[in-house]
């Protein structure tokens, strides 16, 4: 099963943007549709934003016009770029497959601690 690294989380201000790595123990990105999930404290894990293997990305309301997926197939690596960031984006991020969260026995990466406050 491929495993997924997640980094590049960190503090940041309201306004203020990170972007995100994701690296897969072995060829992924180009295999798979991909996505960003994220999971806020005392709420369920959601998607964020999917990138099927031709390139096309679709997003969740709550981030689109500030959120970007794409992969780099040649590093093995998924990036989410955020932009204008607002404290309801704060959140443990996570990669995987699309359709993760309903998939049966799903391995999940640590994750990545996004914080955003003053």
């Known amino acids: 099963q491929v495993q997924f690294v997640e980094s590049g989380g960190g503090l940041v201000q309201p306004g203020g943007s990170l972007r995100l790595s994701c690296g897969a123990s072995?060829?992924?990105?180009?295999?798979?549709?991909m996505a960003w999930y994220r999971q806020a404290p005392g709420n369920q894990r959601e998607w964020v934003a999917v990138?099927?293997?031709?390139?096309?990305?679709t997003y969740a309301n709550a981030v689109r016009g500030r959120f970007t997926i794409s992969r780099d197939s040649t590093k093995n690596t998924l990036y989410l770029q955020m932009n204008n960031l607002k404290p309801e984006d704060t959140a443990v991020y996570y990669c995987?497959?699309?359709?993760?969260?309903?998939?049966?026995?799903?391995?999940w990466g640590q994750g990545t601690q996004v914080t955003v406050s003053l």
């Open positions: 995987n497959k699309a359709l993760a969260l309903t998939t049966p026995n799903t391995s």
């Open positions: 072995a060829s992924a990105f180009s295999d798979y549709h």
């Open positions: 990138l099927t293997m031709n390139g096309a990305a």
